[in-house]
């Protein structure tokens, strides 16, 4: 399975844009680029996913690079209510068939007034 | 919907006892999947199934046990309880593979004495 990397914590002013990054450098070409956050105390989410264009919700923007070797997570405007810990992940496209998601430490984001 | 459910919310146990936890998807959903979550972690995948009557095993199978008897149903057993398995158990369900989003249930929080 593929991995990613991402920092350890981000800190955020609210009412500002935050760019969460994710390197997934061994990437394969079905290999989709999901999201989710947790929030204190409660089970994963979904954010976003994308496999090479750049995805809008009305959560977050997802930016794919064009080698999509690497993402970005883009929260408009941050709100005290997405601190949380956000997590990238590549859902198994192999032949394993399984789509089971490989969570890695995530990001955690903190978010000031 | 009540979306994915979890029960119990909460369970202590000795060494040594057994338990099941429960968890219920009302979405008509092929896909369910156990995780645990040790503190600071991201989540690991203990079993999962892809169909009624089918299971499989995650990264971190050993000392759990899982039935998937009705498709709305996903029971994760532990026969003889240790330790190093008081963790929060989140299960998740989807409809399909690689694009389909996961959905969490609150969590089951296992403390074992």
């Known amino acids: 399975d593929a991995k990613t990397t991402q920092p350890n914590s981000m800190e955020s002013n609210e009412e500002e844009p935050v760019h969460l990054p994710c390197n997934h450098s061994t990437i394969s070409g079905t290999d989709y680029i999901h999201w989710y956050r947790q929030l204190p105390s409660q089970g994963p989410e979904y954010v976003i996913h994308?496999?090479?264009s750049n995805v809008n919700n009305r959560m977050a923007s997802l930016a794919i690079a064009e080698d999509r070797k690497s993402s970005t997570l883009i929260l408009h405007r941050a709100t005290l209510r997405d601190a949380a810990v956000y997590y990238c992940?590549?859902?198994?496209?192999?032949?394993?068939?399984?789509?089971?998601?490989?969570f890695g430490q995530g990001t955690t984001l903190q978010v000031k007034p | 919907n009540a979306g994915v459910t979890q029960t119990p919310k909460f369970r202590v146990l000795k060494t040594g006892q057994s338990m099941t936890l429960l968890c219920a998807q009302d979405m008509n959903h092929e896909y369910m999947y156990w995780y645990r979550q040790d503190p600071g972690m991201g989540l690991r995948l203990i079993h999962y199934s892809v169909g009624e009557g089918t299971t499989a095993k995650g990264e971190v199978p050993d000392g759990y046990n899982v039935s998937r008897l009705k498709k709305q149903n996903f029971l994760l057993g532990l026969e003889s309880a240790a330790p190093s398995q008081t963790s929060v158990y989140f299960c998740a369900s989807s409809q399909g593979l690689y694009q389909e989003t996961q959905y969490f249930g609150p969590g089951t929080r296992l403390l074992v004495l």
């Open positions: 992940i590549l859902r198994d496209g192999g032949s394993s068939n399984t789509g089971k998601l490989i």
């Open positions: 994308g496999l090479t």
